[in-house]
């Protein structure tokens, strides 16, 4: 039970606030949510003229003074809101993070309210389920049957760096056999794969820019041409990333095709769609994407296909035992931890002490059902059917012809 407060000199009780107080505190972030959410359809896009530091920036220096919560609002508006980037305002035509959904920004304070410890199992078997739950959802969304498994990340990068690592592990490359290691990818591929090449230790090993076609998308014959003389000079080729909606111009590589080259070649198959996965949603988005089901690992991004608030990714990995081999790892503090038959996100990722990010994902979904957001994407494919033609009649230069929302042009 909570003992009354008494007149602690030294604050002691501060952090507890009684139910009077929390009041308090959440009426003025209410409303502050409010006049922000209220507002956003006329607020402006980008900022200009707000990233040089200002005097008023002190106010972000920690020191033993205290600031009331006004103050602290006000300038959280004037320094951080109000700069840079708005893309939930009316006004950005943002073409692939999502606004933020006020439904998942709720599931991330009942996270933080309720600190479940989400990395662990045993710690909190109902955080892990709902964890567990919606990697089901979006695997058997990709096309995946059983054996999967996967992690909620903190966004693509994180994911995609994931996805190489258990490749990597998988595949036994090694400082013995790096050097002699091939990756193919194309300009289209998103920077963090070679961020995360360079991460992993893979710096070394070769990478492989293979040919686009007319459509931005990986030339099918460059690529087996580039595998065969690989493997003729003793090389290893092991592994193929290929994009599932690229971030230049939203191109989607031929899935199936590249699945059946990986598969003769025994290579790995990544697909990033990090932009492009939950258009799987749509019937449009599951034409386009066949092929994707035949992936080893896949990654996705709620936080650009689901409208989510930054600081949401999954990772996919087809055979789930891979993933946590290339992840797992024991101590004697954790012990007690260990489940059998059950994996916990730490066992499958680099994360033990993690961010409760399922009820962000999760409450959207159970409130409001997945075939809203279907409906949403749908919008957005017609939006972009109908900007396509109206770019072409009005005499602008259409870069390639959409395969999902993004649509390059110029005139
Ligand atoms: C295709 C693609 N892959 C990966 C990423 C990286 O994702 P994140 O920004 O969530 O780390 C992005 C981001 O724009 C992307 O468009």
Redesign the pocket.
């Known amino acids: 039970m909570k003992s009354p407060k008494p007149n602690s000199p030294n604050n002691l009780f501060e952090l507890e606030e009684s139910a009077t107080e929390r009041n308090v505190l959440f009426d003025k972030i209410q409303n502050f949510s409010d006049e922000f959410l209220d507002s956003l359809t006329t607020q402006k896009a980008f900022h200009h003229e707000t990233h040089a530091a200002t005097e008023r920036d002190s106010f972000f220096e920690i020191d033993k003074d205290k600031e009331s919560l006004e103050d602290i609002l006000g300038f959280f508006k004037e320094r951080v809101v109000d700069t840079g980037l708005n893309p939930a305002s009316g006004g950005h035509l943002g073409y692939?993070?999502g606004g933020g959904i006020y439904s998942s920004a709720l599931g991330d304070y009942l996270a933080a309210v309720t600190n479940r410890y989400a990395g662990v199992f045993y710690a909190s078997p109902g955080a892990v389920r709902m964890e567990d739950a919606l990697i089901n959802w979006t695997g058997k969304l990709m096309g995946y049957s059983d054996g999967f498994g996967g992690n909620l990340t903190?966004?693509?990068?994180?994911a995609?760096l994931m996805a190489l690592h258990t490749a990597k592990h998988h595949k036994n490359i090694s400082i013995s056999n790096v050097s002699k290691s091939v990756v193919y990818c194309t300009s289209q591929s998103?920077h963090?794969i070679i961020k995360a090449l360079k991460i992993i230790g893979l710096e070394t090993c070769i990478i492989r820019e293979i040919p686009l076609d007319a459509n931005f998308r990986i030339s099918v014959s460059g690529l087996e041409t580039q595998i065969k003389h690989d493997e003729q000079h003793d090389l290893t080729p092991f592994l193929i990333v290929a994009?599932a909606?690229?971030?230049d111009v939203g191109a989607i590589d031929p899935l199936k095709k590249l699945s059946t080259i990986s598969k003769k070649h025994n290579i790995w198959f990544h697909v990033?769609a990090?932009?492009?996965g939950f258009f799987m949603l749509t019937d449009l988005g599951k034409k386009r994407l066949k092929g994707i089901e035949l992936a080893d690992s896949v990654?996705l991004?709620p936080?650009?296909g689901l409208f989510m608030p930054?600081g949401l990714?999954v990772l996919l990995v087809k055979n789930i035992e891979h993933l946590a081999a290339a992840h797992s790892y024991s101590a004697n503090y954790m012990r007690d931890a260990e489940m059998e038959n059950q994996y916990s996100p730490a066992d499958l990722s680099p994360e033990l002490s993690k961010h409760f990010r399922g009820l962000r994902m999760w409450l959207p979904l159970k409130l409001y059902g997945e075939s809203v957001f279907s409906n949403y994407l749908n919008e957005k494919l017609q939006l972009t059917g109908y900007l396509y033609k109206e770019l072409k009649s009005i005499g602008y230069k259409v870069i390639c012809e959409p395969d999902l929302s993004v649509i390059a042009f110029r005139l």
């Not at 903190?154 to 994180?158: F, K, P």
Request: proline content about 4%.
């Open positions: 692939i993070p903190s966004g693509g990068s994180i995609n998103h963090s994009n909606g690229s971030t990033d990090a932009y492009g990654i991004d936080h650009k930054y990714g």
